[in-house]
């Protein structure tokens, strides 16, 4: 499933909007200008490309009701083995608005929201610029926006949550209803509707003690048909995902949190010899496995230093090595320094550089594998008003 790139925007943004809001939490207006870099290149690929976004977003946020916009433009640049030439795009991506409200009591939360995908990016493109794009799942590691537009996204949403002693129960969900949309301009009857999906999410967060906490999400996304022109043609597996979250406050200037998160994905429906609609005869998914360290640092008042280690693990699917749907998996780790220095109250400015290393094993997209070296660098200024 691709990230679209207002859900990515939208989730950059709000996070660092989160660090401005825990300093100055009487200003109700936030906005968030964000900036990425990213390249990368291949060795035994003749692949290499490059990735800039720019994101805006502005947030308005009371204790019971809130709004928001984000917008973001990209600019990609690449060229993967699998074509002769270079993919290439400049826009607008669609503009995501959100909207939420809250109810409080003593030991019990509530938040009932409304978010809006307005497709004001660029969704359709010709059936050649479509096979030049990188369909393989190392899209993820490799570029932060892979899906420039869509159809008209309406996703409605809720969380309830119940503290009682050291321990906060949480449920949550969200169901999207996506739009349709033509993928490319030079087929006709092409139209592409992706299927509904649905995701619930169990929550348990363990207080240890003033400066401790352990934090456990357990989420599943069904996923409804997609369908061409009418006719259902593909159905995403569902998919499981567990997440642990080790928290700790050391010595007043140091913070951590230890995650480890595991997905697995269910077998696709799809269409086969262009008339059968049918369940997979093996699982082209691959279950996947992550742990990655944050780091905080109070250097001072205005200056707090970041980090982040990870590594990530993604098993070889359930189809023999002579099929063209197998995929051997891949290794990646990553490394991301970085800093956040408030100017004032109102005013925080973030950095954060990336290094990964990806070692991509043979699949259809990569038949002989390949290794990637991908380096991002995101700069970023949130104001509050």
Same mark, same amino acid.
């Given at each position: 499933m691709k990230?679209?790139?207002?859900?990515?925007?939208? =989730?950059?943004?709000?996070?660092?909007?989160?660090?401005?809001?825990?300093?100055?939490?009487?200003?109700?207006?936030?906005?968030?200008?964000?900036?990425?870099?990213?390249?990368?290149?291949?060795?035994?690929?003749?692949?290499?490309?490059?990735q800039s976004i720019a994101y805006l977003q502005m947030v308005y946020a009371t204790s019971s009701w809130g709004v928001g916009f984000t917008s973001s433009y990209a600019n990609a640049d690449y060229k993967t083995s699998a074509s002769n030439e270079r993919y290439q795009r400049s826009t607008m991506t669609d503009t995501a608005l959100t909207s939420f409200y809250n109810i409080r009591r003593t030991n019990f939360r509530a938040r009932l929201g409304l978010d809006?995908?307005?497709?004001?990016?660029q969704e359709t493109q010709t059936a050649e610029e479509l096979?030049?794009?990188?369909?393989?799942?190392?899209?993820?590691?490799?570029?932060?926006?892979?899906?420039?537009?869509?159809?008209?996204?309406?996703?409605?949403?809720?969380?309830?949550?119940?503290?009682?002693?050291?321990?906060?129960?949480?449920l949550g969900a969200r169901y999207l209803v996506a739009g349709a949309y033509d993928p490319m301009s030079d087929r006709e009857k092409d139209e592409f509707d992706p299927g509904d999906s649905l995701m619930a999410l169990v929550s348990v967060?363990?207080? =240890?003690?003033?400066?401790?906490?352990?934090?456990?999400?357990?989420?599943?996304?069904?996923?409804?048909?997609?369908?061409?022109?009418?006719?259902?043609?593909?159905r995403n597996g569902d998919i499981t995902a567990l997440e642990i979250r080790l928290m700790n406050e050391w010595f007043g200037d140091l913070s951590t949190s230890l995650v480890g998160v595991a997905?697995?994905?269910?077998?696709?429906?799809?269409?086969?010899?262009?008339?059968?609609?049918? =369940?997979?005869?093996?699982?082209a998914n691959a279950n996947s496995t992550e742990v990655f360290m944050e780091m905080a640092y109070t250097m001072s008042d205005p200056l707090i230093l970041t980090g982040v280690l990870g590594y990530k693990m993604v098993d070889a699917n359930d189809y023999p090595e002579d099929d063209y749907l197998?995929?051997?998996?891949?290794?990646?780790?990553?490394?991301?320094?970085?800093?956040?220095?408030?100017?004032?109250?109102?005013?925080?400015?973030?950095?954060?550089?990336?290094?990964?290393?990806?070692?991509?094993?043979?699949?259809?997209?990569?038949?002989?594998?390949?290794?990637?070296?991908?380096?991002?660098?995101?700069?970023?200024?949130?104001?509050?008003?």
């Open positions: 990230i679209t790139a207002t859900v990515l925007a939208a =989730v950059l943004a709000l996070g660092a909007s989160s660090a401005l809001a825990e300093q100055e939490k009487n200003k109700p207006l936030t906005v968030a200008i964000f900036s990425n870099m990213g390249s990368f290149s291949a060795s035994g690929e003749d692949a290499d490309g490059s809006l995908g307005i497709p004001t990016g096979g030049r794009s990188i369909s393989d799942d190392i899209y993820q590691d490799l570029l932060l926006i892979n899906t420039y537009g869509s159809g008209f996204n309406m996703a409605g949403h809720m969380s309830l949550s119940y503290k009682t002693g050291p321990v906060t129960l949480g967060l363990f207080n =240890v003690g003033e400066k401790g906490g352990a934090l456990f999400n357990l989420s599943r996304t069904t996923q409804g048909k997609d369908k061409q022109d009418g006719v259902d043609i593909f997905r697995q994905q269910e077998k696709n429906e799809r269409i086969y010899s262009g008339k059968s609609y049918k =369940v997979e005869t093996g699982n197998y995929d051997g998996g891949r290794t990646k780790y990553y490394v991301e320094p970085g800093l956040r220095w408030s100017f004032s109250k109102r005013t925080l400015l973030s950095l954060k550089l990336r290094y990964s290393g990806i070692d991509d094993k043979k699949d259809s997209f990569s038949p002989n594998g390949a290794t990637y070296s991908v380096y991002n660098a995101d700069l970023g200024l949130i104001m509050g008003f």
